[in-house]
């Protein structure tokens, strides 16, 4: 079965960092490009960054670009966020993701940024 999890939210001030993780198994994770998402209340889930398969190619979106650094080791198949900077406006839940062209989401992860 295809699984990811996601973890390493938390609280943090803002300015503050967190490194978030995506754990998979299931699938031949060296073959797939990695996307991170999240999610506020009440709105449709934000694309911010992606890998690909080798780590060489990444995308961030403008609300994160600068911020937040996004790698994969593929040996261990995991994928990284690291979020640097972080702003109120950046507490949500943090959700991987592969497409195959199936997509399969791990269970996100909270991230809250307050003083």
């Known amino acids: 079965d295809v699984q990811l999890q996601a973890f390493g939210g938390g609280l943090v001030q803002p300015g503050g960092s967190l490194r978030l993780s995506c754990a998979t198994s299931?699938?031949?994770?060296?073959?797939?490009?990695i996307a991170w998402f999240r999610q506020a209340p009440g709105k449709e889930r934000e694309g911010v960054a992606c890998v690909g398969s080798s780590g060489e190619r990444t995308y961030y979106s403008d609300t994160v670009k600068g911020r937040f650094t996004v790698s994969r080791d593929n040996p261990k198949n995991t994928a990284a966020l690291q979020m640097d900077s972080l702003k109120p406006d950046d507490t949500v839940v943090y959700y991987c993701?592969?497409?195959?062209?199936?997509?399969?989401w791990g269970q996100g992860t909270l991230v809250t940024v307050s003083s």
């Open positions: 993701k592969v497409t195959f062209p199936v997509s399969y």
């Open positions: 299931g699938f031949l994770f060296d073959d797939y490009a």
